[in-house]
């Protein structure tokens, strides 16, 4: 369906708050675990919350990783929030867990010695690079934070 957002259901997380936040947008989405509407979809998002050692064995026990490979693959723009972009590096540390490895690199936990654990609260990003998702945001924009493991890309 033109326009339509697949958010990948694989039986937890926040998919409900997505799926409302978009159709208050007026954004038409559908909460879906079948390949044949993921792959048919204009986006996807894959939301998450939980460990990442039992999210993987959820998406492979049920085919999901080799549909957000060929999602990825096909160009197919592609969210991960929270633990969703998380399992799309390498490993993590949480579990010692091999994921998706779409992005070389490894998730790993903020040290208890530098910061309170879980990092929760407003916070400003840095930009790194240019990238279409932060076009016309402000560079002393908040945002809102609540983990306890961060991205390490190679």
């Not at 050692?53 to 592609?78: C, H, N, W, Y």
């Not at 929760?120 to 002393?140: E, V």
Request: net charge neutral.
């Amino acid at each position: 369906m033109k326009g339509m957002v697949s958010i990948i259901d694989y039986g937890a997380g926040n998919l409900r708050s997505v799926r409302r936040a978009l159709l208050h947008l007026g954004v038409p989405c559908r909460i879906t675990d079948k390949p044949l509407e993921i792959l048919s979809s204009e986006r996807v998002i894959f939301p998450g919350v939980g460990a990442a050692g039992q999210a993987m064995e959820v998406i492979k026990s049920r085919g999901l990783d080799e549909v957000i490979r060929e999602v990825v693959d096909t160009g197919i723009p592609f969210l991960g929030i929270c633990l969703g972009a998380q399992i799309i590096l390498g490993e993590s540390e949480e579990d010692d867990t091999q994921c998706l490895n779409l992005i070389p690199g490894k998730v790993r936990r903020f040290s208890h010695a530098t910061r309170k654990i879980p990092h929760m609260g407003w916070n400003t990003i840095a930009k790194t690079g240019n990238h279409p998702i932060l076009d016309g945001i402000d560079s002393r924009a908040q945002f809102y934070f609540v983990h306890s493991y961060y991205p390490e890309p190679e």
